[in-house]
């Protein structure tokens, strides 16, 4: 088991690395033992004064409700996981501080203990990063010591959380947008906290991004990187005048323009005076042409200019053009323009056609296609009304909305107890979606005859598996009339396991984040449409097996108090 | 200028530490100066390029609307943001990275300058950590080399929007709840990534929280800590029989219980014959007993019990009572309950008069008063519920909706260009909240006869500034007609300078955690109550000097394109 090299994190501190594992530690240093809930610390104490600290219990990690009104989510954040246990030790320090945090009763033989443990015994299994995964079903079971694997459950829960919750956000823009459209993530500015951020671009690039604008995420996971200019670029610039050098070599070499800016406002003349574009434009911005100057002179190769930061179709289309063919003279190819406000159908459309009668008053192939970039607190709405007015642009540049999670802020996942010294136990609720379903289980999906997956179905572990052609009867966990038979045309059994110190049982590589990226892809073309649309989407059916079902109507009885009516 | 000790941040990458500065690093060492859009980068080669790169800019940090339908901010931030740029240094590596991400035309000499920029030349000037802010009037102004500046950008805004968000929530959530009650920060597992919730901790405990159970955010800002068990940990026994250690000494050492299991069970039979009980429960779960048993049993000082696993006034309540009325036997006092399901506010009542009739009817007294910590997807709105329907619940442990400030889950601050080269610049938009408020500016807090704050005004660096006593105009920076005159009882200068290179300049010291706490606590105070209540809250107003106001509009005028109708 190695990570792979693309995935370039930060090694942590070498005081943790005593175990053999060649694993690095998590992306973010700050991620150690200590990243915890102090309850976790004060039932280990309680376990261990109890004696029952190295009770082997079996804890699933998983979700009670996709996000965003949809009825699919993606897992992510299994690497960091592994990452983390995979390096999981106390430094001295740490087992100082927790002296001085719990109560001075706490026994000295319990830090001893602490100072002792690492994740050896634990076992993690689990469905693989990039997948589509949906409410009950575990993404994770850990098993292990009873105290052990419950210090795990909070920074687990942290790093499944939004990891999978901003995946899913940008497979929902991906869809939406199309995949013909290139998708930016730009949010680190807006993202909660630096690491916020860097995650974001991360997961935003399994969900389905191209690239971000992020350079701190692209240089850890390798993900390509974009950005041009700013409006603070345009107006940090008087006028064309204060560019002193003016000279540009041609894209093949064989000639110097000496004067750049003559170049370009000659164009703009020729622009001012073309009768079709008559009355759009007057006089344009100057600091806007001199920053557009700059930035041509500075990047032939990848002109790329933001039009909106005086207006748009008066000053910012025709400034661009005019550099665009200037550029074009000397045989560059502008990469085009970023709106970043306004009525972005409109002008993108507008725009369109300035760009279309300059291919056809000035015979320059290809200038109609010029590049159109759109930014401006896109998000799926948005995405989805651009769509249906019609629109002209060729890339899209999403923040906020994205990284943010804007339209739910966070996922639910849920880490409860399901076993313990081979004892399944439940967690009741007056609410019937929280409570937990017993029993160390296995999950399978079950393939029908069109290729679309038909459903998931949960067994006890020692069941046998369900067979391809075989009949079987999948029950709803909870509602007694709700359930189905099934004969599978393809079975899939869900997770896998990524971590063992039993050196006998064979450990899952981790993938790549691009091999993540493309199994989300492909996860969500083979699901049927009906599950992913935007409206009203069917849900896709979880099931338990009919002698899980049992199980866990048996053992609810069992744990829910009687009342004594008088 | 020193981090104080209780702000016991990681200390950066020795490499970074070159400058004589003592400031430690970010708290997260992921904040580098790699941290940044790439468009900083290429605007900085594109400024580089056209020699533009040491023109001494001026930028403003602000936002434009407050969060969450409110009408006031909490400014939050500050300090990483010094941290950041009193450590900025490149390492070799980031710049061959940047080498290898621009385009391969790009100049040598361009890389070799960027190895060489600190943030010496750079002045910040800021509003202090903690205050009450408002739109549009600038939170911090950065000055310096223009291409240097451009850089910092993004992390600045990075590290200020969330923190003052999460801040503003938190003292959102403690306005509702009242001073009285004890808050408690419980978001980690829920958090946008890991220091999402180190920062949650960190901001929330600054907006007014009492404690977090983040064991590293208590460790590294010195914040009160809290934790007891969860559901796991009940549904983990599986009945009284397996405590095996059953002795507890009396907390006044004078005798020992050898069979504390025994005196629960005698206790439990008690309250289940007390007639005034009759009916409530029966048979309480025995896993549950087990668990409280064993926690008292570990932390005989320190029991709190959650009381839902199974059924709160069937089983949990009586198992608590039964638990610490035997501890209460030995001389220990049970710290309380936690609801974390159901109808807080009904179960609550019912728990409260179930300890009343146990302090009544045993005479244990104080027994009535026995703490009610209540949890469960906790917000605003649901702490307004509570209130009105009457609860009582002495202390909330919240978690999603704050730290993921799941009601509005991003400020916008902005970071504008508002002089270069001493030449006053202006970001125009079709949109007037857009528009940027031109000039290197100061700006004033007026205080009116009954202490309250009046309104904010800017004015322009030169002007003189507004006196105590004296009339000033104070207008509305976008619309005509709106201007008063004010006369102030006080006047306070917003912002300092926390960060010069120049040795004769006087830097403001960086306040501890609980110092900034402790400001933001005075300055909501101190706010009329008008502007902070939840329901159709009065906007706080902001200003500008009479002579800034006309300069905003000539160069305006000045800046945008006249069309030319046919």
Chains 1, 2 share one sequence.
């Not at 998590?26 to 200590?34: K, Q, W």
Request: proline fraction near 6%; glycine fraction near 8%.
């Amino acid at each position: 088991m190695d990570v792979k090299p693309d995935v370039n994190g930060v090694v942590n501190d070498e005081n943790r690395n005593h175990q053999p594992a060649t694993i690095a530690g998590p992306t973010n240093p700050m991620v150690t033992p200590l990243l915890t809930d102090l309850y976790q610390f004060t039932m280990a104490y309680a376990y261990w004064k109890a004696g029952k600290n190295n009770e082997r219990a079996v804890f699933d990690l998983y979700f009670r409700k996709n996000p965003f009104g949809g009825e699919y989510t993606v897992f992510a954040g299994l690497e960091e996981c592994i990452r983390f246990i995979a390096n999981f030790k106390f430094l001295k320090e740490e087992i100082t501080f927790l002296r001085e945090t719990l109560p001075p009763t706490c026994e000295d033989g319990f830090f001893d203990y602490l100072q002792g443990i690492d994740c050896s015994d634990v076992e993690v299994y689990a469905i693989p990063e990039g997948s589509v995964v949906f409410p009950k079903v575990p993404l994770m079971r850990v098993e292990g010591p009873v105290a052990v694997v419950q210090l795990l459950e909070t920074p687990f829960v942290n790093l499944i959380n939004y990891a999978s919750l901003v995946t899913t956000n940008a497979a929902r823009h991906r869809f939406v947008a199309g995949k013909s459209k290139l998708l930016l993530e730009f949010g680190l500015r807006r993202a909660q906290g630096p690491d916020g951020g860097i995650s974001a671009s991360r997961y935003c690039y399994m969900g389905g991004f191209d690239a971000t604008s992020n350079c701190a995420a692209g240089k850890i996971f390798g993900i390509p990187i974009r950005g041009t200019h700013s409006h603070a670029f345009v107006s940090s610039f008087m006028g064309p005048d204060e560019i002193i050098e003016k000279s540009l070599i041609s894209h093949d070499g064989s000639q110097t323009c000496e004067d750049f800016t003559s170049v370009v406002q000659t164009w703009l003349s020729k622009l001012k005076r073309l009768g079709i574009l008559k009355g759009i434009f007057g006089e344009t911005n100057q600091s806007e042409l001199a920053a557009f100057i700059s930035y041509a002179l500075a990047f032939p190769d990848n002109f790329l200019a933001l039009v909106d930061t005086y207006d748009v179709m008066r000053s910012g289309i025709p400034n661009f053009c005019a550099v665009a063919l200037a550029l074009n003279d000397l045989g560059y190819k502008a990469r085009g323009i970023r709106l970043d406000s306004g009525d972005l159908a409109y002008l993108s459309c507008e725009t369109r056609k300035f760009f279309q009668t300059i291919e056809n008053e000035f015979g320059v192939p290809g200038f109609g296609k010029t590049g159109i970039t759109a930014s401006n607190d896109l998000n799926e709405e948005t995405l989805d009304a651009l769509n249906k007015q019609g629109h002209e642009v060729d890339a899209f540049g999403i923040g906020t909305y994205l990284v943010t999670c804007y339209a739910q802020a966070a996922l639910g996942c849920v880490f409860k107890l399901v076993e313990i010294n081979n004892q399944p136990r439940i967690k009741l609720s007056e609410d019937v979606v929280k409570v937990s379903i017993p029993c160390k289980k296995r999950s399978f999906r079950l393939y029908g005859k069109e290729g679309y997956p038909l459903l998931d179905i949960m067994s006890g572990e020692d069941e046998p598996p369900p067979k391809a052609g075989e009949r079987i009867l999948c029950r709803h966990p909870f509602q007694e009339s709700k359930r189905a038979f099934v004969v599978p045309q393809r079975v899939e059994e869900l997770m896998k396991c990524y971590w063992t110190g039993n050196p006998d049982k064979e450990r899952a590589e981790l993938p790549t984040l691009k091999e993540n990226r493309e199994r989300c892809a492909q996860h969500l073309d083979q699901m049927r449409p009906d599950h992913m649309r935007k409206l009203n989407p069917t849900p896709y059916k979880v099931s338990v097996t009919a002698k899980l079902y049992d199980f866990i109507h048996f053992l609810w009885l069992n744990e829910a108090p009687v009342g004594e009516l008088q």
